[in-house]
């Protein structure tokens, strides 16, 4: 059914239409209009069959998210930012045990300082941690996205991060085909658990395991994500024959056809830069885009096909690898057939920055025109940051860093984009 | 594609207003998108939500800077914050104030956009007077769809019934109502001024 509803709203939509047992959630912005309406279903009965369990913390949320999948139960929960730090190390349990608990990530920059808003340095600071990680491009695919991913976690027994730009998905109002419950239920399988915390048939789940089997245990949770990139694209092909939709595969192309510059970015910005795209494509110039729905695992072989053409990858990003430049772009450099093929390293949108359609005409432009940098950051004030380094060069007190930018910025707020 | 950027103060409904406008655009069968501008809002500090509807899938996630319509929630952010930024020549602008634009210091400003694309309206007496409370965003979207005519005041009442329970969406309904005919007066006295 067509709906005019918030990002949040439809992903608790379908999470309760994947008939989950056991969700656990702590709040955290901007991740907490999803549980709050999973919540408010479990209590009216909408959702049935399904125990809320409030928890005293992130940590305590994914603990008990293992401990309820472990018991054979279909479990869910959310979280974004600290949050996902803070249950960091029950994330690599619930992966390292072959647990497949679904979790939204509403991307939210990590502090310090602090900073409520959109990037995605929460989900690739656990990008090596055995989750499957897929990003949706917009609400529709937030949606359609966690239908796909009960059904290749719970198949391959693996967990799955659902990562949905904080704020910028989770609290917009726009457009969702929300699907019937039959639609589900035909797509989505009850849930057989390869292993199962069961008294009749006693089990121990999380042995230790010594120098002697912990590689092949390690090795065979990549086998298994390898598994995923060979499943995802037929999950996509059959949910687009059972909802009638596109949504989820590895990787979207966008015009790159005979693109010379070709444009890789993941989540709700591949919007904007479409539209920049049209707006460049339309001047004559042969732009185009690919977006990462699959981050993890990385789809190697896939990447190398889609980048083939190109004479140059601008691979734009909403996190930094500090003391580095891109993580996205150092995955992608890695999948280029002809290594030579030039590489920028675009960092975009860290903490909410807004990304304009006029910043990315310019930064493209300048790529096409070789005059990027190896590594940039879209829209930096450099005077600010001119002004902290200078200090930093006269005084050896010059106090907290975060603070003196903001000094020398007057009152950021009062501006609208 | 049409714009409309709201202003106004944490606890206004501002966000809300913009939900509400999108909801009346997808009744019309348009793509709409509405959304914040995610600062850590507090009562009473400087709130911007914005709203895009348009005949194809909205793609585009940039805040609105040059927008086709302007809803000012609260005039006293006419001399804090720089409301009027980008604001397309022929665009629209909506105050809730019972002053006009010159009594507001404004008039002059505004001479360079077309006098029948803006109108001040009382929404917050509108909204007392009907809901109970100063939450004037619901009767300014009435009033938008008089002056902008790029909204029927059905769909906003429409969507204002399913944003609230019954008793609250009642009152907003009244509220809107009666701004949607007060606009249409004001727009009505103003032609008329025109003409003679």
Redesign the interface.
């Known amino acids: 059914m067509?709906k005019?509803t918030?990002g949040s709203h439809a992903v608790a939509e379908a999470v309760a239409l994947c008939r989950p047992e056991v969700i656990c959630a702590y709040p955290i912005s901007p991740q907490t209009h999803i549980v709050e309406g999973l919540g408010e279903m479990v209590k009216s009965g909408a959702l049935a069959n399904c125990e809320f369990i409030n928890v005293e913390s992130e940590f305590a949320a994914m603990s008990v998210a293992i401990g309820a999948s472990a018991a054979g139960a279909r479990a869910y929960t959310a979280t974004a930012s600290q949050g996902l730090l803070f249950m960091a190390e029950a994330v690599f349990n619930a992966s390292g045990l072959g647990l497949p608990i679904v979790m939204t990530v509403a991307n939210r920059a990590i502090g310090a300082p602090i900073n409520?808003?959109?990037d995605h340095t929460d989900a690739m600071s656990q990008r090596d941690c055995g989750w499957i990680q897929l990003f949706a491009e917009?609400n529709q695919e937030a949606l359609d996205l966690h239908i796909q991913a009960f059904r290749l976690g719970e198949e391959l027994s693996l967990p799955v991060m659902v990562c949905m730009d904080g704020?910028?998905l989770t609290?917009?109002?726009?457009?969702v085909d929300i699907p019937a419950q039959p639609q589900v239920d035909a797509y989505l399988p009850r849930y057989e658990p390869r292993q199962i915390l069961d008294p009749a048939e006693p089990v121990s789940i999380g042995a230790m395991v010594g120098p002697e089997a912990f590689m092949e245990v390690r090795y065979l949770a990549h086998i298994k994500q390898m598994q995923a990139l060979e499943l995802i694209p037929g999950y996509a092909e059959e949910f687009r024959s059972v909802f009638g939709r596109g949504s989820g595969g590895l990787l979207h192309s966008y015009r790159t056809e005979d693109a010379d510059t070709i444009v890789v970015a993941l989540g709700?910005?591949?919007?904007?830069i479409?539209?920049t795209v049209d707006e460049m494509r339309a001047d004559g110039t042969r732009i185009g885009v690919l977006g990462i729905t699959c981050f993890r695992p990385w789809p190697h072989a896939a990447m190398r096909t889609a980048l083939e053409g190109a004479k140059r990858v601008v691979v734009l990003e909403k996190s930094l690898a500090v003391g580095l430049g891109g993580i996205v772009s150092s995955n992608v450099h890695n999948s280029l057939a002809a290594p030579s093929t030039p590489v920028y390293t675009v960092i975009a949108g860290l903490g909410?920055r807004?990304?304009?359609?006029a910043s990315l005409h310019g930064v493209f432009a300048d790529a096409i025109a070789g005059q990027l940098e190896s590594v940039s950051f879209l829209d930096l004030d450099g005077t600010a940051v001119d002004r902290v380094l200078a200090r930093e060069r006269e005084v050896r007190r010059s106090g907290p860093i975060a603070e003196a930018v903001l000094r020398g910025m007057g009152a950021p707020?009062?501006r609208?984009? | 594609m049409f714009q409309t950027r709201i202003h106004g103060r944490g606890g206004q409904g501002v966000v809300t207003a913009a939900e509400m406008l999108s909801v009346a655009a997808f009744r019309e069968g348009r793509f709409a998108q509405a959304f914040p501008s995610f600062g850590s809002e507090r009562t009473g500090a400087p709130v911007v939500a914005f709203c895009r509807f348009d005949d194809k899938a909205i793609r585009l996630r940039e805040p609105i800077m040059q927008p086709d319509a302007l809803i000012i929630q609260d005039p006293t952010l006419l001399h804090q914050v720089d409301v009027f930024g980008g604001l397309v020549r022929d665009g629209y602008i909506l105050i809730n104030t019972s002053r006009s634009f010159s009594e507001l210091g404004i008039g002059e400003f505004v001479q360079g956009f077309h006098a029948e694309h803006l109108c001040t309206v009382p929404a917050t007496e509108f909204a007392l007077k009907h809901v109970g409370r100063p939450l004037p965003n619901a009767a300014l979207l009435g009033g938008f769809a008089a002056v902008s005519g790029h909204i029927a005041i059905d769909s906003v009442l429409a969507a204002i019934r399913e944003k609230f329970p019954r008793k609250v969406a009642d009152g907003n309904i009244a509220a809107a109502r009666a701004a949607y005919e007060y606009v249409l007066g004001e727009m009505q006295e103003a032609a008329h001024a025109q003409a003679d």
Do not use: C, M, P
């Not at chain 1, 709700?268 to 904007?272: A, D, P, Q």
């Not at chain 1, 807004?354 to 359609?357: A, G, H, K, M, N």
């Open positions: 067509l005019q918030e409520i808003w959109n917009d704020f910028i609290h917009a109002y726009e457009r709700s910005v591949l919007g904007t479409k539209d909410g807004t990304i304009t359609r707020g009062a609208i984009g």
